[in-house]
């Protein structure tokens, strides 16, 4: 299973475009990336998935350099709603399992 | 995600009692799963099933056990419950016609262990 790594927290201000970036160096061909937001006693939410290049949605987008062992997710514009746990997540559907890590906690300012 | 429900959400209970979580599902997905989440950790996975014939341990199955009484419903169960199981459980689905697996979460269930 692909393991990942990503910052434990971030701090931003309203209005920045934040980036969080998370490694997976052992990646499967198979894999995908995706990436999941968490609010304080809530489930996870799926935000933007992606197997190569960029993808981009109404939330998100998702860069995924060519060599995949790493991506990154692009929040643009925050606002203070954007405050949560980001969990970058990597597998394929054939997989006994895909494993959440502690994710990225962001916390936007004022 | 309304269409994952899950029963109770909140559940104040005793160590020794046994305890029944319950999932219900209408998004028609093969497969469910059963996590748990501690203050400032991950999300851990205790049970997974992939159809209704299919159960297979997860990460920290030990002082649980699972039952999937149909396609939509899955229960995890607590059969002494201890005060370190006190957590935030969650369940999951995925559609397995999807390469992609995109889980989708219940509310959760609070669960404290006295």
């Known amino acids: 299973l692909a393991k990942t790594t990503q910052p434990i927290s971030m701090d931003s201000y309203e209005g920045q475009e934040v980036n969080i970036t998370c490694s997976h160096n052992?990646?499967?061909?198979?894999?995908?990336i995706t990436w999941y937001q968490q609010f304080p006693s809530q489930g996870p939410r799926f935000i933007i998935q992606?197997?190569?290049t960029k993808v981009t949605n109404e939330v998100a987008s998702l860069f995924i350099p060519a060599d995949r062992k790493s991506s990154t997710l692009s929040l643009p514009r925050v606002s203070l709603s954007d405050t949560a746990v980001y969990y970058c997540?990597?597998?394929?559907?054939?997989?006994?399992?895909?494993?959440f890590g502690k994710g990225t906690r962001l916390h936007i300012l004022p | 995600d309304a269409d994952v429900t899950q029963t109770p959400r909140n559940r104040i209970t005793k160590t020794g009692k046994r305890i029944m979580l319950e999932c219900s599902q209408t998004?028609?997905?093969?497969?469910m799963y059963w996590y748990r989440q501690d203050p400032g950790l991950g999300l851990r996975l205790i049970y997974y099933?992939?159809?209704?014939?299919?159960?297979n341990k997860g990460e920290i199955s030990d002082g649980y056990s699972v039952s999937r009484q149909a396609q939509a419903k899955f229960s995890l169960s607590l059969e002494s419950a201890i005060p370190n199981q006190t957590a935030l459980y969650f369940c999951?689905?995925?559609?397995?016609?999807?390469?992609?697996?995109?889980?989708?979460f219940g509310p959760g269930t609070r669960l404290t262990v006295l």
């Open positions: 998004k028609g997905h093969d497969r």
């Open positions: 999951a689905t995925s559609d397995l016609g999807t390469v992609s697996d995109t889980q989708y």
């Open positions: 992606g197997y190569k």
């Open positions: 052992n990646i499967a061909t198979n894999d995908y």
């Open positions: 997540l990597v597998g394929y559907y054939r997989d006994d399992k895909i494993i």
């Open positions: 099933s992939f159809d209704v014939k299919d159960i």
